[in-house]
Every structure is written in structure tokens, then in C-alpha cells.
Nanobody, 115 residues
Framework: QVQLVESGGGLVQAGGSLRLSCAAP????????MGWYRQPPGKQREQIAR???????NYADSVKGLFTISRDYAKSTVYLQMNSLKPEGAGVYYC?????????WGQGTQVTVSS
């Protein structure tokens, strides 16, 4: 398992922005694909953004054009810039790397969006 540490969550008004960070100090970051997931209250966790080791990005339809995933290889950190947040964007946000039983998760960071 790899240690992943998220930060940057908080309370934001609808229409506002937040930037989440996920540090991966023990990971061979340069070869790892990284993903951001969201778990709304009472719902299942879903992947919303992914970035490959080469920087190719993919987004869930619900966040396309609103969220941007990026990575800083020197800092072994992946970011999620969230713009125009909506109340339905609230939940716990997790970063992850790996696949299946080898997936490593961060502890999550709470995002609350007030209307």
C-alpha cells in the first residue's frame, strides 16, 4: 500500500472554486496513474478524473469542463482544480492509485457546497 495524503477540502459557496491536492511521497510517482474519486452522502464512490503517467486525462461527464486534474512530478503531487462547484458536488473526495486489490486510497477530504 502507498501512502496518499489529500488536502484542500472545505466549505465553498455554489459557483466557487477549490483546489484539492494529493501528495504521494512514497510512490514511484512518475510511472503511476492517479485518480480522483467523489463519494456524495449516501451514495457510492465514483471516479471523476484520472491522469496517466504521461499526463493524459479523462473525466466523468458530470465534471467535464468544470474540473481539471494535473500533476507535479517534482512534488509527487496530483491536483484537482474544481470550478463552478454545485451543491451536488459535495462529498468526500479521495485520490487513489493502482487497480483492483492493489488500489491505494487516501484518507479523503470533505467538500461542502452551500447553496
Amino acid at each position: 500500500q502507498v501512502q496518499l495524503v489529500e488536502s484542500g477540502g472545505g466549505l465553498v459557496q455554489a459557483g466557487g472554486s477549490l483546489r484539492l491536492s494529493c501528495a504521494a511521497p512514497g510512490l514511484i510517482f512518475s510511472i503511476a496513474a492517479m485518480g480522483w474519486y467523489r463519494q456524495p452522502p449516501g451514495k457510492q464512490r465514483e471516479q471523476i478524473a484520472r491522469i496517466t503517467s504521461g499526463g493524459t486525462t479523462n473525466y466523468a461527464d458530470s465534471v467535464k469542463g468544470l474540473f481539471t486534474i494535473s500533476r507535479d512530478y517534482a512534488k509527487s503531487t496530483v491536483y484537482l482544480q474544481m470550478n463552478s462547484l454545485k451543491p451536488e458536488g459535495a462529498g468526500v473526495y479521495y485520490c487513489a492509485t493502482g487497480a483492483g486489490s492493489r488500489t491505494s486510497w487516501g484518507q479523503g477530504t470533505q467538500v461542502t457546497v452551500s447553496s
